[in-house]
T-cell receptor, first 114, second 115 residues
Protein backbone atom coordinates (compact mmCIF):
# COMPACT_ATOMS: atom_id res chain seq x y z
CA UNK A 1 0.00 0.00 0.00
CA UNK A 2 0.91 3.64 -0.16
CA UNK A 3 1.25 4.23 3.55
CA UNK A 4 1.82 2.58 6.89
CA UNK A 5 -1.16 0.49 7.95
CA UNK A 6 -2.04 -0.76 11.42
CA UNK A 7 -4.57 -3.24 12.70
CA UNK A 8 -6.87 -3.35 14.46
CA UNK A 9 -7.89 0.29 14.50
CA UNK A 10 -9.59 -0.20 17.86
CA UNK A 11 -9.10 -2.86 20.52
CA UNK A 12 -11.02 -3.23 23.76
CA UNK A 13 -9.75 -5.82 26.18
CA UNK A 14 -10.09 -6.82 29.79
CA UNK A 15 -7.39 -6.25 32.36
CA UNK A 16 -5.00 -9.18 32.48
CA UNK A 17 -5.49 -10.30 28.87
CA UNK A 18 -2.74 -10.29 26.23
CA UNK A 19 -3.06 -8.20 23.05
CA UNK A 20 -1.22 -8.11 19.73
CA UNK A 21 -1.03 -5.02 17.55
CA UNK A 22 0.14 -5.21 13.96
CA UNK A 23 2.04 -2.79 11.74
CA UNK A 24 2.53 -3.12 7.98
CA UNK A 25 5.30 -0.75 6.87
CA UNK A 26 5.74 1.11 3.63
CA UNK A 27 7.38 -1.26 1.16
CA UNK A 28 11.15 -0.97 1.22
CA UNK A 29 11.37 0.97 4.49
CA UNK A 30 14.04 -0.64 6.64
CA UNK A 31 13.46 1.34 9.84
CA UNK A 32 10.34 0.77 11.95
CA UNK A 33 9.31 2.43 15.22
CA UNK A 34 6.55 1.95 17.78
CA UNK A 35 5.27 4.88 19.84
CA UNK A 36 2.53 5.29 22.43
CA UNK A 37 0.27 8.34 22.63
CA UNK A 38 -1.61 8.85 25.87
CA UNK A 39 -3.26 11.83 27.53
CA UNK A 40 -0.97 11.86 30.52
CA UNK A 41 2.37 11.08 28.86
CA UNK A 42 2.04 12.51 25.36
CA UNK A 43 3.95 10.69 22.61
CA UNK A 44 6.55 8.19 23.84
CA UNK A 45 9.06 6.17 21.86
CA UNK A 46 8.83 2.44 22.61
CA UNK A 47 11.05 0.40 20.29
CA UNK A 48 13.04 0.70 17.05
CA UNK A 49 13.95 -1.87 14.40
CA UNK A 50 16.60 -1.24 11.73
CA UNK A 51 16.96 -3.94 9.10
CA UNK A 52 18.18 -7.19 10.65
CA UNK A 53 19.95 -5.52 13.57
CA UNK A 54 18.97 -6.15 17.17
CA UNK A 55 16.13 -3.79 18.10
CA UNK A 56 16.53 -0.82 20.41
CA UNK A 57 14.11 -1.64 23.25
CA UNK A 58 15.12 1.29 25.44
CA UNK A 59 11.65 2.85 25.46
CA UNK A 60 9.62 -0.19 26.49
CA UNK A 61 7.94 0.66 29.82
CA UNK A 62 7.99 -2.85 31.30
CA UNK A 63 8.79 -6.47 30.48
CA UNK A 64 5.12 -7.00 29.65
CA UNK A 65 5.81 -5.23 26.37
CA UNK A 66 7.62 -6.93 23.50
CA UNK A 67 7.81 -6.58 19.75
CA UNK A 68 8.94 -8.61 16.76
CA UNK A 69 9.62 -7.80 13.18
CA UNK A 70 9.48 -10.75 10.84
CA UNK A 71 11.54 -10.78 7.67
CA UNK A 72 12.29 -7.11 8.03
CA UNK A 73 8.70 -6.24 7.18
CA UNK A 74 5.57 -6.68 9.33
CA UNK A 75 5.91 -5.93 13.03
CA UNK A 76 3.81 -7.06 15.99
CA UNK A 77 3.71 -5.30 19.35
CA UNK A 78 2.56 -7.61 22.15
CA UNK A 79 1.36 -6.46 25.55
CA UNK A 80 0.97 -9.23 28.11
CA UNK A 81 -1.27 -9.08 31.16
CA UNK A 82 -2.67 -5.69 30.14
CA UNK A 83 -3.26 -3.03 32.77
CA UNK A 84 -5.58 -0.02 32.64
CA UNK A 85 -2.60 2.32 32.34
CA UNK A 86 -1.76 0.60 29.03
CA UNK A 87 -4.82 2.29 27.49
CA UNK A 88 -3.47 4.57 24.75
CA UNK A 89 -3.10 4.94 21.00
CA UNK A 90 -0.20 2.86 19.71
CA UNK A 91 1.46 4.33 16.64
CA UNK A 92 3.80 2.71 14.17
CA UNK A 93 6.16 4.72 11.96
CA UNK A 94 8.58 3.70 9.24
CA UNK A 95 11.49 5.31 7.45
CA UNK A 96 13.51 4.42 4.38
CA UNK A 97 16.82 3.90 6.14
CA UNK A 98 19.12 5.31 8.78
CA UNK A 99 19.59 9.04 8.85
CA UNK A 100 17.47 12.14 9.29
CA UNK A 101 14.74 11.01 6.90
CA UNK A 102 11.07 11.56 7.53
CA UNK A 103 9.25 9.04 9.68
CA UNK A 104 5.83 8.18 8.22
CA UNK A 105 3.17 7.34 10.76
CA UNK A 106 0.30 4.91 10.57
CA UNK A 107 -3.22 5.77 11.81
CA UNK A 108 -2.66 4.00 15.12
CA UNK A 109 -4.45 1.39 17.19
CA UNK A 110 -6.59 2.71 20.04
CA UNK A 111 -6.29 0.27 22.94
CA UNK A 112 -8.78 0.40 25.80
CA UNK A 113 -8.19 -1.82 28.82
CA UNK A 114 -11.28 -2.21 30.99
CA UNK B 1 18.19 12.62 28.33
CA UNK B 2 16.78 14.47 25.38
CA UNK B 3 13.67 16.58 25.88
CA UNK B 4 11.39 18.94 23.99
CA UNK B 5 9.33 21.69 25.59
CA UNK B 6 6.47 23.45 23.85
CA UNK B 7 3.47 25.52 24.88
CA UNK B 8 0.50 23.20 25.36
CA UNK B 9 -2.44 25.48 24.75
CA UNK B 10 -5.10 25.41 23.64
CA UNK B 11 -4.11 28.39 21.56
CA UNK B 12 -7.11 30.17 20.09
CA UNK B 13 -6.67 32.70 17.28
CA UNK B 14 -8.83 34.45 14.75
CA UNK B 15 -8.46 33.73 11.07
CA UNK B 16 -5.61 35.70 9.41
CA UNK B 17 -3.82 36.23 12.73
CA UNK B 18 -0.08 35.62 13.09
CA UNK B 19 0.98 32.41 14.78
CA UNK B 20 4.04 31.50 16.82
CA UNK B 21 4.29 28.22 18.73
CA UNK B 22 7.44 28.09 20.82
CA UNK B 23 9.59 24.98 20.99
CA UNK B 24 12.88 24.53 22.83
CA UNK B 25 14.93 21.40 23.17
CA UNK B 26 17.69 19.74 25.17
CA UNK B 27 19.89 17.25 23.38
CA UNK B 28 23.47 16.11 23.05
CA UNK B 29 25.16 16.16 19.69
CA UNK B 30 23.46 17.54 16.62
CA UNK B 31 19.81 16.52 16.49
CA UNK B 32 17.40 16.93 13.62
CA UNK B 33 14.25 18.90 14.42
CA UNK B 34 10.72 18.35 13.20
CA UNK B 35 7.20 19.73 13.42
CA UNK B 36 4.44 17.15 13.04
CA UNK B 37 0.74 17.98 12.76
CA UNK B 38 -2.31 15.92 13.71
CA UNK B 39 -5.56 17.12 12.14
CA UNK B 40 -8.83 16.06 13.80
CA UNK B 41 -9.46 12.37 13.18
CA UNK B 42 -6.24 11.90 11.23
CA UNK B 43 -2.79 10.47 11.87
CA UNK B 44 0.46 12.30 12.51
CA UNK B 45 2.05 13.81 9.44
CA UNK B 46 5.28 15.69 8.94
CA UNK B 47 4.82 19.44 8.52
CA UNK B 48 8.46 20.52 8.18
CA UNK B 49 11.96 19.67 9.32
CA UNK B 50 15.51 21.00 9.66
CA UNK B 51 18.57 18.83 9.96
CA UNK B 52 21.30 21.32 10.92
CA UNK B 53 21.79 24.66 12.59
CA UNK B 54 20.41 27.72 10.77
CA UNK B 55 18.36 25.55 8.39
CA UNK B 56 14.82 26.79 7.80
CA UNK B 57 12.05 24.30 7.20
CA UNK B 58 8.90 25.47 5.43
CA UNK B 59 5.63 24.00 4.21
CA UNK B 60 2.03 25.20 3.71
CA UNK B 61 2.99 28.72 4.78
CA UNK B 62 4.56 27.52 8.04
CA UNK B 63 8.24 28.13 8.81
CA UNK B 64 10.68 27.18 11.55
CA UNK B 65 14.39 27.94 11.88
CA UNK B 66 16.84 25.67 13.71
CA UNK B 67 18.56 27.96 16.25
CA UNK B 68 21.40 26.14 17.96
CA UNK B 69 22.41 29.14 20.08
CA UNK B 70 18.98 29.33 21.70
CA UNK B 71 18.15 25.59 21.26
CA UNK B 72 14.85 26.55 19.68
CA UNK B 73 12.70 25.63 16.70
CA UNK B 74 9.68 27.95 16.89
CA UNK B 75 6.84 27.40 14.42
CA UNK B 76 5.50 30.53 12.66
CA UNK B 77 2.83 31.39 10.16
CA UNK B 78 1.93 34.87 9.00
CA UNK B 79 -1.80 34.34 8.42
CA UNK B 80 -3.60 31.31 9.80
CA UNK B 81 -6.73 29.70 8.36
CA UNK B 82 -9.53 27.72 9.96
CA UNK B 83 -8.11 24.63 8.23
CA UNK B 84 -4.92 25.00 10.30
CA UNK B 85 -6.81 23.94 13.42
CA UNK B 86 -4.95 20.87 14.67
CA UNK B 87 -2.49 19.64 17.27
CA UNK B 88 1.14 20.51 16.51
CA UNK B 89 4.05 18.49 17.88
CA UNK B 90 7.67 19.59 18.00
CA UNK B 91 10.11 16.67 17.92
CA UNK B 92 13.78 15.87 17.73
CA UNK B 93 15.78 12.96 16.44
CA UNK B 94 19.17 12.43 18.05
CA UNK B 95 20.57 10.95 14.87
CA UNK B 96 24.17 11.91 14.35
CA UNK B 97 25.47 9.29 11.96
CA UNK B 98 24.39 6.02 13.46
CA UNK B 99 22.48 4.21 16.13
CA UNK B 100 18.90 4.45 17.23
CA UNK B 101 16.91 7.59 16.50
CA UNK B 102 13.46 7.34 17.98
CA UNK B 103 11.78 10.73 18.03
CA UNK B 104 11.39 12.65 21.27
CA UNK B 105 8.18 14.68 21.16
CA UNK B 106 6.88 17.70 22.97
CA UNK B 107 3.45 17.45 24.62
CA UNK B 108 1.69 19.00 21.63
CA UNK B 109 -0.05 22.36 21.14
CA UNK B 110 -3.73 22.38 20.34
CA UNK B 111 -4.40 25.22 17.91
CA UNK B 112 -7.95 26.48 17.34
CA UNK B 113 -8.62 29.01 14.57
CA UNK B 114 -11.94 30.81 14.70
CA UNK B 115 -13.55 32.31 11.58
Amino acid sequence: GAGVSQSPSNKVTEKGKDVELRCDPISGHTALYWYRQSLGQGLEFLIYFQGNSAPDKSGLPSDRFSAERTGGSVSTLTIQRTQQEDSAVYLCATKRDRGPDTQYFGPGTRLTVL
Amino acid sequence: GDSVTQMEGPVTLSEEACLTINCTYTATGYPSLFWYVQYPGEGLQLLLKATKADDKGSNKGFEATYRKETTSFHLEKGSVQVSDSAVYFCALSPYSGGGADGLTFGKGTHLIIQP
